[in-house]
């Protein structure tokens, strides 16, 4: 086969890669039109049941066997443990960050009940349950009084990001993680729904919710 010429070869690269700089990006609309569809058929809802069934069958065969040091399951809050879907849709998937601390300040949230099982059965077979939310720590009280309100009322430890605090999520949880296996826990369980909640691991098993509708670094 005949090679082009690295100038030649050069030229193609840089002319495909123009090309691509000028087309247009798909429409978001559909897409919006799919997630509401994901939703609404169900699939969403039947995707988290799945995933937390899976975590609470291995949480169950997990306590049946020695752990060395402190049982412990991690949950991140969002699109994890509550639900805010109410206003994702509101919003039609966008985000202004003034509705969204109004929403999380209304402390309103449902609690995403597959998952809730999960956390019911850490409580009853004393594991300790440490929350790690990317939530801003002036939204403490507002969280807490939501998490009580729809039964989760028992954790060891509730961290929430502090609001000064330069780190990316992913950094902060991964630090919070590795703190606690220094004050001698096992992490049985890491349950989330975003890349940043399992950066570098720091746990037996990891479950991951589906999350289509944002992103958090």
Not at 2 to 18: D, E, F, Q, Y
Not at 21 to 38: D, F, G
Not at 139 to 152: F, I, K, M, P
Request: aromatic letters at 8%.
């Amino acid at each position: 086969m005949k090679r082009l010429r690295p100038v030649l070869l050069l030229a193609l690269v840089l002319g495909l890669i123009a090309g691509c700089a000028h087309r247009e990006p798909a429409n978001l609309l559909p897409h919006k039109q799919k997630l509401r569809a994901y939703v609404e058929s169900g699939r969403y809802q039947q995707r988290i049941a799945d995933v937390a069934l899976e975590a609470n069958k291995y949480l169950l065969r997990r306590l049946k066997q020695p752990v060395k040091g402190k049982p412990a399951i991690v949950f991140d809050i969002d699109e994890t443990t509550l639900t805010n879907l109410p206003t994702i849709l509101e919003q039609d998937f966008g985000y202004v960050p003034k509705v969204w601390d109004a929403w999380v300040n209304r402390a309103q949230s449902r609690a995403i009940l597959p998952v809730q099982t999960v956390y019911e059965t850490a409580v009853r077979n004393g594991v300790a349950v440490i929350f790690i939310t990317g939530r801003r720590e002036d939204q403490r009280a507002a969280t807490e009084r939501n998490l009580r309100d729809v039964g989760y009322d028992t954790w060891d430890q509730l961290h929430f990001k502090p609001d000064d605090i330069t780190l990316s999520t992913g950094t902060f949880k991964k630090r919070l993680r590795q703190q606690l296996i220094k004050d001698g826990y096992v992490i049985l369980a890491n349950i989330g729904d975003q890349d940043s909640d399992f950066v570098d691991g720091h746990a037996e098993a990891e479950f991951r919710l589906p999350n289509p509708f944002y992103l958090t670094r």
